[in-house]
């Protein structure tokens, strides 16, 4: 840019323009009187409080149109509480706008930037005072601090190790095994195959030994889905075939994504969707991921029955159920 | 004297006998603060974190942090005798045995939400504005923090009631946990105390959600605050409005009077909010089992971006030397939130760098007049929406009778095409704008007055604009893009070599402007 071009010059602040409260005293009685009125409003919505805490029974419901059903009790202290808040604060601003002096007030800034004299001497304060501590020269002090500084960061770490368990091989097992009994939850039924209808979809869980009390951790990994199918629809190769019971085919419940429930059953295209993510498996192929994030299809559970037609488990899972972890060890 | 002066006289007297305070707060108390509603936005942020401690005191005094089972006995008909949580029972004796607890928990709920919405349309703000430049580094890294905790707090409070769509909430971070190569199982182990859901996890977030974070979200206010004091707050460009001043109302009363009025009104209509609008109605939930789950899954909205990329990303695991990667996990859950938050946090500096800026800047850019960073901005938000958008997919499914897997797809080719289709829609958009200012200002506004002329011809009247309109369209800076060095005489690159030749490239992108017009230019023209 050349000397010669002219930006805009700035015509500095506008002149004030008085309000007609500051110098008619009758307009400033009335916003006076106004925002008296506003602090008014707010103590009588404090009594409407109050009043609804100590004289409304929190059994008494109302239906209000758009709201819905609601607690008498709540929605008068709610509504109570809130106009006594909106007001204070409505009649604050209307006080500042009305009769608070409104000029406005430039002030001077400075640059941060200190001067050259200053940050040189600043600098060298630094440095003669660390002299002082004779850190650049006493190199033995200097490396035993941080290796002591450097350890002394475990100790958090290390004491927090009690925090939990090690996994183990808890993320790979499961309660199903051999023989076990399918129990419907939570009643806790064995199931025989009529039990379930064609198109049908239950959840169940292993059966636990005598006096066993069943816990969430225990659900997070054995639930499983049982479906009813007509056999003939089945794609199945022989293996996954035999697995299966009269056209019931049982999967792990806990999503092969995130370990959501997948629970929701489309009877007419036999898929199972995960409502967290909406992973897609399809039924009558072994849960083959059809759609969505998830990577691998559901575990399937090998099912048989026992002599009384009772439906039990041919074998425990044959892989982890769940979500991913890093020591999992298939594909 | 009057009896009141006097009183007050021997208190500040007291106060300044025993610290010396008179004169820092004579000073203080006329500290100038600029007016505009767009400075409103932050202190929305500090409000609802006000009153998310008082709301959330209250809950404390009934809410229980334990998953040890109870069977309930209150006054909620259709859970009575079932098996829940403590943590999820004392929740419902706070909804409907407490009076005014349902009230406080939907205070709570909807002040975090107002507090998250907040803190992002200031960030947003502040962008625009270019507010985070220098000296202001420090607190766009602050308000990043304040960002990511908050999100983390957030998900904290939502998961401690452990209903159904909570815990599932719960089981999702679990998932995230245990997906991290190597350490994983081990981390979501020592979390949970063992195996998922466990009876470790509420009580520790509780301790978490209660006492640590919102310790740090105070430090990190008060820093916040005190750097926004000592630099003096930022201003928009007007006539009288310099580098070198703030002009504005003093701190007492006017500020002091609209500032705190304005935290009541806030408090007011979060209190309404809480006593008319239903949220997060958990005894319809019912309490958290691993089997169970309800259709529309839904985090809070502050996550749904996140949920959004979970939702999106392919089904792609490694499966190699007896080991897993979750990378559909891995990536939106964890490296792309990284890269997003990183990039945010680094920007100040990039910027900076880019265009060798080491000047202070008090005076706010208006966002047409900085195209780059205003395109930037956009886009990284449509990024947001589109993903945001995704999070809600089954919502939007059931709602406009769409496919989940239409819309799947439809946000997943979004997520990489949208994005630079708003940046260059934007960019033009910004400079069309400066164009137009620069129309307004050397030819004046159109008045729809038309005049025919003695040739006959019409020709519509154009009034000239105040100066003070002219001086804010043209008052803003236009620095010139950096340039690479030019090659030495053997042909060999200058030092710098593709560092210097992509700094040059960033800066003539972000140089990119309409030359404001200038009064010289504006003196030519009437001499025609």
């Known amino acids: 840019m050349t000397n010669s071009v002219e930006r805009f010059v700035d015509p500095g602040l506008p002149e004030h323009v008085h309000r007609k409260a500051d110098f008619d005293e009758r307009a400033a009685k009335r916003a006076e009187r106004q925002v008296a009125i506003l602090f008014l409003l707010s103590a009588a919505s404090t009594v409407l409080t109050i009043y609804s805490y100590v004289g409304i029974s929190p059994k008494k419901e109302v239906f209000l149109p758009l709201l819905g059903t609601q607690q008498v009790n709540n929605l008068g202290i709610g509504v109570g509480l809130a106009l006594s808040l909106f007001f204070i604060g409505l009649g604050a601003i209307h006080w500042a706008k009305t009769l608070m002096d409104d000029t406005e007030v430039i002030a001077e800034r400075h640059e941060f930037r200190s001067s050259d004299e200053d940050r040189k001497e600043f600098v060298e304060t630094i440095k003669e005072r660390a002299g002082t501590a004779q850190l650049g020269r006493r190199s033995l002090i200097k490396r035993s601090l941080g290796a002591a500084l450097g350890l002394i960061g475990l100790s958090p770490l290390v004491l927090l190790r009690d925090l939990g368990p090690l996994p183990k091989k808890e993320l790979e097992?499961?309660?199903w095994a051999k023989d076990t009994y399918l129990v419907s939850d939570p009643q806790g039924r064995r199931i025989k195959a009529s039990d379930l209808e064609v198109g049908a979809v239950a959840q169940v869980l292993p059966e636990l030994p005598e006096g066993t009390e069943r816990s969430l951790e225990n659900i997070g990994k054995d639930a499983v889905l049982l479906i009813r199918?007509?056999?003939?629809?089945?794609?199945?190769?022989?293996?996954?075939?035999s697995w299966t019971h009269e056209g019931i085919i049982a999967f792990s419940k806990i999503c092969s994504h995130m370990g959501c429930a997948v629970a929701l059953y489309e009877q007419q295209t036999k898929h199972l969707l995960c409502p967290c993510h909406q992973s897609t498996f399809d039924v009558t192929r072994a849960a083959k991921v059809i759609f969505g994030p998830a990577a691998r299809p559901l575990p399937q559970l090998a099912i048989g029955v026992d002599a009384e037609g009772y439906l039990i488990a041919k074998q425990g899972f044959t892989e982890p159920v769940g979500p991913s972890f890093w020591e999992r060890n298939s594909a | 004297m009057k009896a009141r002066e006097r009183v007050a006289g021997n208190v500040a007297g007291y106060i300044d006998d025993r610290t010396g305070a008179a004169k820092w707060a004579k000073k203080n108390l006329t500290k100038v603060f600029p007016d505009h509603w767009s400075f409103m936005l932050g202190e929305i942020?500090?409000?609802?974190?006000?009153?998310?401690?008082?709301?959330?005191?209250?809950?404390?005094?009934?809410?229980?942090?334990?998953?040890?089972?109870?069977?309930?006995?209150?006054?909620?008909?259709?859970?009575?005798?079932?098996?829940?949580?403590?943590s999820y029972a004392s929740t419902l004796r706070i909804s409907f045995d407490i009076r005014g607890g349902l009230l406080m928990r939907q205070i709570h709920h909807w002040a975090a939400l107002i507090f998250m919405a907040a803190i992002v349309v200031h960030l947003l703000r502040v962008f625009f504005t270019g507010a985070f430049r220098k000296p202001r580094e420090a607190n766009w890294l602050i308000g990043i923090g304040l960002l990511t905790l908050g999100i983390v707090e957030g998900f904290l409070g939502y998961s401690l009631p452990d209903d159904l769509l909570s815990g599932t909430g719960i089981r999702i971070a679990e998932a995230i946990i245990q997906a991290i190569p190597v350490v994983g199982s081990y981390l979501a182990f020592f979390?949970?105390?063992?195996?998922?859901?466990g009876h470790s996890f509420i009580p520790?977030?509780?301790?978490?959600?209660v006492l640590l974070i919102p310790g740090i979200f105070l430090a990190l206010i008060t820093v916040h605050l005190m750097l926004v004091w000592y630099q003096k707050h930022t201003q928009y460009p007007g006539p009288g409005r310099t580098e070198k001043n703030v002009v504005g109302y003093p701190l007492m009363p006017v500020y002091m009077a609209k500032a705190g009025g304005f935290f009541f009104i806030v408090f007011g209509i979060t209190a309404f909010l809480g006593a008319t609008a239903s949220i997060n109605p958990i005894w319809l939930y019912g309490p958290y089992t691993p089997g169970q789950i309800s259709a529309g899954s839904q985090p809070d909205w502050y996550m749904g971006w996140l949920d959004g990329l979970v939702r999106m990303f392919p089904p792609l695991e490694t499966h190699a030397f007896g080991h897993t990667i979750s990378w559909n996990i891995l990536t939106p859950g964890v490296i792309i939130p990284g890269i997003l938050f990183t990039g945010m946090a680094l920007y100040p500096f990039i910027e900076s760098w880019i265009m060798n800026d080491k000047a202070e800047h008090h005076l706010l850019d208006r966002p047409r007049n900085a195209p780059n960073r205003t395109a930037l901005g956009a886009m990284s938000l449509s990024f947001m929406l589109v993903a945001l958008l995704n999070g809600g997919n089954d919502i939007i499914a059931t709602h406009?009778?769409?496919?989940?897997?239409?819309?799947?797809?439809?946000?997943?080719?979004?997520?990489i095409v949208v994005p630079p289709i708003v940046f260059i829609i934007t960019k033009r958009l910004c400079l069309s704008l400066q164009r137009a200012d620069r129309d307004v200002v050397l030819h004046?506004?159109?008045?729809?007055?038309?005049?025919?002329?003695?040739?006959?011809?019409?020709?519509?009247?154009?009034?000239?604009?105040?100066?003070?309109?002219?001086?804010v369209l043209t008052q803003h800076a236009q620095p010139a893009a950096l340039t690479v060095p030019a090659s030495d005489l053997n042909g060999t690159d200058a030092p710098g070599g593709i560092k210097a030749k992509l700094r040059a490239r960033l800066s003539k992108a972000h140089a990119e402007q309409v030359p404001a017009p200038t009064a010289t230019e504006a003196k030519a023209l009437d001499h025609h």
């Open chain 1, 173 to 175: 097992t499961t309660n």
């Open chain 1, 229 to 241: 199918i007509r056999p003939e629809e089945f794609n199945l190769d022989a293996e996954r075939l």
């Open chain 2, 45 to 86: 942020a500090l409000y609802s974190f006000i009153i998310l401690l008082l709301s959330g005191t209250f809950l404390t005094f009934w809410y229980n942090p334990s998953q040890n089972e109870v069977v309930y006995n209150g006054s909620y008909v259709p859970l009575q005798n079932l098996a829940m949580s403590e």
């Open chain 2, 191 to 197: 979390a949970f105390g063992g195996a998922f859901p």
């Open chain 2, 204 to 209: 520790r977030i509780y301790t978490v959600h």
């Open chain 2, 400 to 415: 406009f009778h769409l496919t989940i897997n239409g819309i799947m797809w439809f946000t997943r080719i979004g997520l």
């Open chain 2, 444 to 471: 004046g506004v159109e008045t729809g007055r038309l005049v025919m002329m003695p040739s006959g011809e019409f020709v519509e009247v154009h009034a000239p604009i105040s100066e003070a309109k002219k001086f």
